[in-house]
């Protein structure tokens, strides 16, 4: 076991862990930040999606010893009052079913987002095509990232 210090949510945090442990483990199980969710646990879903200094990664198959000094931000730290953009459309236009991959979902788009203010339709459909949504609720995954687009 190793210590690791790591900036989470613009909190520093020592977490105690094996130096494989993918990242997803410790924010769930140590930081009890369980906004981001477990899927596949081979990095395919999309559902572990978190920020890496502003970069969407699949956390269920980052370890913890590449964290290093980069600031992680998940679901609970893109807004202190959950009134970002995206989680502003994603109530607007009430995209969620089950709500299982939402997190990743937007995690993923506001990284994309960052990159990209103004996109096209396909530009979405590219930059979220990786994400799954058992729900089938791409449509208006899409158009609640082309809504929240005009926002920020």
Not at 46 to 61: E, F, M, Q, V, Y
Not at 86 to 106: F, H, N, R, S, T
Request: charged share 25%; net charge negative; proline share 3%.
């Amino acid at each position: 076991m190793a210590t690791f210090k790591l900036n989470i949510n613009g909190k520093i945090r020592e977490i105690e862990a094996d130096e494989d442990m993918p990242i997803l483990w410790a924010l769930r199980d140590q930081c009890d930040l369980v906004g981001t969710k477990y899927g596949c646990g081979i990095a395919q879903c999309g559902a572990c999606t978190i920020h890496l200094d502003g970069d969407a990664i699949r956390s269920c198959s980052y370890p913890i010893s590449r964290v290093g000094d980069k600031k992680i931000t998940t679901i609970e730290g893109l807004s202190e009052k959950g009134d970002h953009p995206l989680q502003e459309a994603w109530k607007a236009l009430d995209v969620p079913q089950c709500g299982y991959c939402q997190a990743g979902q937007i995690m993923t788009a506001a990284a994309f987002l960052k990159e990209n203010k103004n996109p096209s339709e396909q530009e979405v459909e590219d930059a979220m095509h990786a994400n799954i949504c058992r729900c089938g609720t791409y449509n208006r995954i899409k158009k609640a990232v082309l809504e929240a687009s005009k926002n920020l």
